[in-house]
């Protein structure tokens, strides 16, 4: 499959990185993090908790949550495995499967990381999650198999799990060169939701053929 080099038929990629930069920079030049985190994160808790109105509804919190970032480093680092892997699975599913894609994704994420601790009071932010759907569909649909001991599809599967452990692991950094400071507009203290990349990951690769499917069914 060869990705278009054209952002016209990834238009849907495009736009989520735009709004995404565009509501950091709203909440970075206002200096409004703190109260954004709590008011649009998603915290696990919270389900359980009685709301008075004033945050997002609980059920609305894991998209909002991906339109939050901690930092310049935590925002690039998203936009770039979004706008590279993105672009090319639009390009394939198309631009209606790649925002379903997203948005369940999006759930996803928030789904594990709930299951994990459904008591924590963290607040879980950024797009990573969602993120990680699009990459699952996207080791999916462009893994080769370079893997010497299994042939066929089930080298596929372990491509995507080699690609799956890369992805956490990456985030695993970013989060510690966060947390160790150093860097203009960083998060500090930001601690790796490593159970919602996982889940958002496992639903992109669930979801990849399925879609392609969806989109060729009069084919």
Same mark, same amino acid.
């Given at each position: 499959?060869?990705?278009?080099?054209?952002?016209?038929?990834?238009?849907?990629?495009?736009?989520?990185?735009?709004?995404?930069?565009?509501?950091?920079?709203?909440?970075?030049?206002?200096?409004?993090?703190?109260?954004?985190?709590?008011?649009?994160?998603?915290?696990?808790?919270?389900?359980?908790?009685?709301?008075?109105?004033?945050?997002?509804?609980?059920?609305?919190?894991?998209?909002?949550?991906?339109?939050?970032?901690?930092?310049?480093?935590?925002?690039?680092?998203?936009?770039?495995?979004?706008?590279?892997?993105?672009?090319?699975?639009?390009?394939? !599913?198309?631009?209606?499967?790649?925002?379903?894609?997203?948005?369940?994704?999006?759930?996803?994420?928030?789904?594990?990381?709930? !299951?994990?601790?459904?008591?924590?009071?963290?607040?879980?932010?950024?797009?990573?999650?969602?993120?990680?759907?699009?990459?699952?569909?996207?080791?999916?649909?462009?893994?080769?198999?370079?893997?010497?001991?299994?042939?066929?599809?089930?080298?596929?599967?372990?491509?995507?799990?080699? !690609?799956?452990?890369?992805?956490?692991? !990456?985030?695993?950094?970013?989060?510690?060169?966060?947390?160790?400071?150093?860097?203009?507009?960083?998060?500090?203290?930001?601690?790796?939701?490593?159970?919602?990349?996982?889940?958002?990951?496992?639903?992109?690769?669930?979801?990849?053929?399925?879609?392609?499917?969806?989109?060729?069914?009069?084919?």
């Amino acid at each position: 499959m060869r990705p278009t080099e054209s952002w016209s038929k990834a238009r849907v990629t495009a736009g989520l990185s735009l709004v995404t930069v565009a509501c950091w920079l709203v909440v970075a030049v206002l200096g409004l993090e703190d109260w954004a985190f709590v008011w649009g994160g998603f915290i696990p808790a919270r389900l359980t908790i009685a709301d008075d109105g004033s945050l997002v509804p609980f059920w609305l919190t894991p998209l909002t949550a991906t339109l939050l970032h901690g930092g310049i480093i935590h925002l690039g680092f998203n936009l770039l495995i979004l706008v590279f892997c993105g672009r090319r699975v639009e390009n394939v !599913l198309g631009p209606v499967s790649l925002a379903i894609l997203y948005l369940l994704g999006a759930y996803a994420a928030a789904g594990a990381q709930y !299951l994990a601790d459904p008591h924590s009071m963290m607040t879980i932010i950024g797009a990573s999650g969602a993120i990680s759907a699009v990459l699952g569909a996207y080791a999916m649909l462009f893994s080769r198999n370079r893997v010497s001991f299994v042939s066929g599809r089930l080298a596929v599967w372990v491509n995507a799990l080699w !690609l799956m452990a890369a992805w956490v692991i !990456l985030q695993i950094l970013v989060g510690i060169a966060s947390a160790r400071g150093g860097f203009p507009f960083t998060g500090d203290g930001m601690v790796i939701a490593v159970a919602a990349h996982i889940g958002g990951f496992i639903i992109g690769v669930l979801l990849a053929n399925p879609l392609l499917l969806f989109r060729y069914r009069k084919a």
